[in-house]
């Protein structure tokens, strides 16, 4: 009986530490990280009064999640802000900061000269993107894994709000208005790779030497893709003894326009509401673009033609909403903090309607 009264109150300490101590202080005290998960006062999904579990597992899963059909985190790269505020400021480059040469040299006993990166400092906000899953609690009561439900949901929920992140950046690169001066043009019908007497490979290595620094990011959809490494000008170009058969590689055309890298979107969205009957489109016109991005490059400091900025890292939760249903319901729900921002509009250039349609 004493042993059972011991271990009784020994439960009840775990509990009452459990708690009022966090999943990362447990943790730390040796306690195992799925019961800091469980019982934890801030990670805890039983401390919060959940059924659903919600831990490090879980927001682990959302962190990492990538869909390897989207192109939006290469075409404008993420860039986590200092602290919480959403509010953030960047400077849009011109011509002016790409080519003004800079006296290096330095005397004997004189200071090093002083670089700055000018440009016009704009601000911009994070806003917030995600979305959410309502599971009323009579269906909880039927699943039998809960955690491979939750886990399972989460990453379908961010695959969703990726895909809107994906149709978000199409429409910025495609936007003729997100460039400068002479550095988009818009095709007819009639024109366009496929038509006689064009040449995509004169037209292409003539605009990537317009921007203020040479792209070094091209990017198209998979259909224009398809007609690119099949056009005969093209293979032309990589086996001049060709007759004009045959499919160029991924390698062969970054080697022939000198580029690091070929992105093709090959996402589709469904453009209606209706999910019995829907209309798909590509998020991806047929259109190339081409960007120029610094590895080292930030809203502040480089040059690229563009961005993502970020606050915090990616956000999963769950909460109980008792309004839901006659015994409750918890809702799930995964997202981000992000906007999406144009820092150089000379460093890109955009064609659009670039294959023959008629």
């Known amino acids: 009986m004493k042993l059972n009264k011991y271990i009784l109150m020994l439960v009840t300490l775990v509990c009452v530490l459990c708690s009022v101590a966090g999943a990362d202080t447990l943790t730390a005290c040796g306690i195992p990280q799925i019961v800091a998960d469980i019982f934890g006062s801030d990670g805890g999904y039983l401390a919060a009064g959940l059924i659903l579990p919600i831990g490090e597992?879980?927001?682990?899963?959302?962190?990492?999640?990538?869909?390897?059909?989207?192109?939006?985190?290469?075409?404008?790269?993420?860039?986590?802000?200092?602290?919480?505020?959403l509010a953030f400021k960047y400077y849009e480059r011109t011509k002016g900061d790409a080519f003004t040469a800079t006296d290096t040299h330095v005397g004997r006993t004189s200071a090093p000269n002083i670089i700055h990166l000018s440009g016009e400092e704009k601000t911009g906000a994070c806003?917030?993107?995600?979305?959410?899953?309502?599971?009323?609690?009579?269906?909880?009561?039927?699943?039998?894994?809960?955690?491979?439900?939750?886990?399972?949901?989460?990453?379908?929920?961010?695959?969703?709000?990726?895909l809107g992140r994906e149709?978000?950046?199409?429409?910025?690169?495609?936007?003729?208005?997100?460039?400068?001066?002479?550095?988009t043009h818009t095709y007819e019908a009639a024109e366009g790779i496929g038509a006689s007497g064009f040449d995509i490979v004169e037209v292409l290595l003539d605009y990537l030497e317009k921007p203020l620094a040479r792209p070094n990011i091209l990017g198209m959809n998979a259909f224009v893709w398809a007609k690119l490494r099949t056009d005969p000008n093209?293979?032309?170009?990589?086996?001049?003894n060709n007759n004009g058969g045959g499919v160029a590689t991924r390698e062969q055309i970054k080697a022939l326009f000198e580029v690091d890298e070929i992105l093709v979107g090959e996402a589709r969205v469904n453009t209606t509401k209706n999910a019995k009957n829907p209309t798909l489109a590509r998020c991806w016109g047929n259109n190339i673009w081409a960007h120029y991005s610094e590895p080292l490059s930030n809203l502040k400091e480089g040059i690229a033609w563009g961005m993502t900025a970020q606050v915090g890292e990616r956000y999963a939760a769950i909460v109980e909403?008792?309004?839901?249903?006659?015994?409750?319901?918890?809702?799930?729900?995964?997202?981000?903090?992000?906007?999406?921002?144009?820092?150089?509009?000379d460093a890109g250039f955009l064609l659009k309607d670039v294959v023959k349609t008629t």
């Open 127 to 162: 806003v917030p993107h995600g979305l959410q899953d309502i599971v009323p609690k009579e269906d909880i009561d039927q699943i039998k894994n809960k955690e491979r439900f939750v886990n399972t949901h989460l990453e379908y929920l961010m695959n969703q709000v990726l």
């Open 234 to 240: 093209i293979l032309k170009a990589i086996y001049p």
């Open 321 to 345: 909403d008792e309004k839901i249903g006659l015994k409750g319901a918890e809702v799930i729900k995964a997202g981000f903090y992000q906007t999406e921002v144009v820092v150089g509009k």
């Open 57 to 85: 597992q879980q927001t682990g899963i959302v962190a990492a999640y990538q869909n390897k059909k989207l192109i939006a985190d290469q075409v404008m790269p993420i860039k986590v802000l200092d602290g919480p505020e």
């Open 167 to 183: 149709m978000r950046v199409a429409g910025i690169v495609q936007n003729t208005s997100n460039y400068g001066d002479s550095l």
